[in-house]
């Protein structure tokens, strides 16, 4: 799965809502998030994001925000 990122706080361009296929993206507290069940791995948003913050799971050091976008996303 992919997540959002710290370079997302304060920002939300939605540049990232518009391309996914299965509207896996939620509003965080300041960030936007991405559902990890949903997510299907496309990584078609990655390249779209303006700020660089949308992240393969899969990188070193991500668990918290691994764990911040399950949070977030299923509040909804
Ligand atoms: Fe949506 Fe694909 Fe990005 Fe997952 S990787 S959030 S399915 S666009």
């Not at 518009?18 to 991405?34: A, Q």
């Not at 948003?45 to 700020?51: D, H, L």
């Not at 660089?52 to 976008?69: F, H, K, L, S, Y």
């Amino acid at each position: 799965t992919y997540v959002v990122t710290d370079n997302c706080i304060n920002c939300k361009y939605t540049d990232c809502v518009e391309v996914c296929p299965v509207d896996c993206f939620y509003e965080g507290e300041n960030t936007l998030v991405i559902h990890p069940d949903e997510c299907i791995d496309c990584g078609v948003c990655e390249p779209e994001c303006p700020a660089d913050a949308i992240r393969p799971d899969t990188e070193p050091g991500m668990e918290d925000w691994v764990e911040m976008n399950r949070k977030y996303s299923e509040l909804w």
